[in-house]
């Protein structure tokens, strides 16, 4: 029998809502992405198109693609690394791909993803208190990355006389919301007060969201002073190499993106290189909705649509077919970005259990945790 409070039954009405709201969440994700790609992209190129032109590729240009997308993928591994320097290459790149596929293709799988990140580092013997740390300052220095980036991007193209107002708009919205988080980060490691009120205001904020899922309430306050002089001894000793592994890993990946459009035969007189990466920077910021995961469908919208605004006046094709190699270089862009990399968790969750060398007794003694700030879809 369920307990009753107030005007009604409370226990058992939880379970049997949290299936309907999943249920209802994975429904609306997958209408989404099937209405973009079934029904919008086929009227900006149609597939048929898009597939010639990718297959038109040669060898050398596939292995470059291949090779840079590789090495865009260790990246990620050195800013782990970075941020926790006893953790090993090949198990920062066994976590990393595990967590991060499970985040790409689950609705608002970024718990998720936290939970099974967390599980492989304690099971190598990684405390609690590393694990949060190691959370906490990637997902800070990539939040900052993708709020900066729009900002350069736009800088250099004013610098260049590229910029249009349409750029600058997003990129002032980028800027505030960038400098609002530099100041709250900056007050936070100034005094353990700012960060006991930074933390709670940050908890009760969480508190009201989860309260709408029927989870309960959080209390980051104290949770987050303790934090505070870990975090400082990090950021001391390992900023140069957490903010270098950070901006390698994310125009990296960008160059992904540009060397698919120069393949398929976007030229730098169409779509110039900084363009490339103002368009870039601005699709990293829609990939963050939580509409669909990692952003599908609507980061290949925001690619397209942005690289053909950014060359539609100047291309050296006719638009037709300018379209098509725009589509084509975004698609391919997120088929090696994302779509290859979803089946590599069933590879490396393999490697997790089979390691056992890599495996170690956790810390007996459970430890508080203080907030963890994830950037959700890390690519």
């Known amino acids: 029998m369920s307990s009753t409070v107030g005007n009604g039954p409370v226990t058992a009405a939880r379970p049997k809502h949290r299936p309907l709201v ?21 009227k900006i190129a149609s597939y048929s198109d898009v597939w010639k032109t990718i297959t038109d590729l040669t060898w050398l240009e596939l292995t470059t693609l291949i090779a840079a997308t590789i090495f865009n993928l260790f990246t990620y591994w050195w800013q782990m690394q970075a941020a926790l320097p006893s953790l090993g290459f090949w198990q920062a790149g066994v976590n990393n791909q595990s967590s991060t596929t499970i985040a790409n293709i689950v609705p608002g799988g970024g718990v998720v993803a936290v939970g099974v990140a967390y599980g492989m580092l304690r099971s190598w013997g990684f405390t609690g208190s590393e694990i949060a740390l190691l959370m906490t300052t990637t997902g800070i220095w990539n939040a900052f990355m993708k709020l900066g980036l729009p900002v350069m991007a736009v800088a250099i193209l004013a610098l260049t006389g590229q910029a249009t107002s349409a750029l600058l708009i997003p990129a002032v919205v980028g ?44 209390h980051w306050g104290e949770a987050s002073a303790r934090f505070r002089k870990q975090t400082i001894n990090l950021v001391e000793k390992r900023w140069v ?8 890993s994310h125009l990296a990946l960008w160059f992904v993106l540009l060397l698919a459009l120069r393949h398929v035969g976007v030229s730098e007189h169409e ?30 919208l925001a690619l397209i649509g942005g690289l053909y605004a ?3 006046n100047h291309a050296d094709v006719p638009l037709d ?43 007996q003694e459970p430890e508080a945790q203080p907030p963890v700030v994830l950037e959700g879809v890390r690519r």
């Not at 007060?193 to 969201?209: D, E, N, Q």
């Not at 110039?272 to 290949?300: D, K, N, Y």
């Open 310 to 312: 950014a060359g539609r």
């Open 175 to 218: 800027l505030a919301i960038l400098a609002g988080s530099i100041v709250l980060f900056a007050m936070a490691l100034w005094k353990k007060s700012f960060a006991r009120a930074i933390g709670g205001g940050l908890g009760k904020v969480a508190t009201r969201i989860r309260r709408l899922f029927h989870k309960p309430e959080v």
């Open 241 to 248: 190499p957490l903010t270098l592994t950070t901006v390698v």
């Open 22 to 42: 999943r249920g209802i969440q994975i429904g609306i994700s997958a209408a989404v992405a099937i209405a973009i790609f079934a029904l919008i992209l086929p």
């Open 321 to 363: 077919v300018f379209k098509i190699q725009v589509t084509a270089a975004a698609l391919l862009f997120r088929t090696l970005t994302y779509g290859i990399q979803i089946p590599l968790v069933g590879f490396t969750y393999m490697i997790w259990q089979r390691k056992k060398s890599w495996r170690k007794h956790p810390p």
């Open 271 to 300: 779509v110039s290189t900084v363009q490339v990466l103002a368009v870039f920077a601005f699709a990293r910021l829609v990939s963050a909705a939580p509409i669909t995961p990692g952003g599908v469908g609507f980061v290949e």
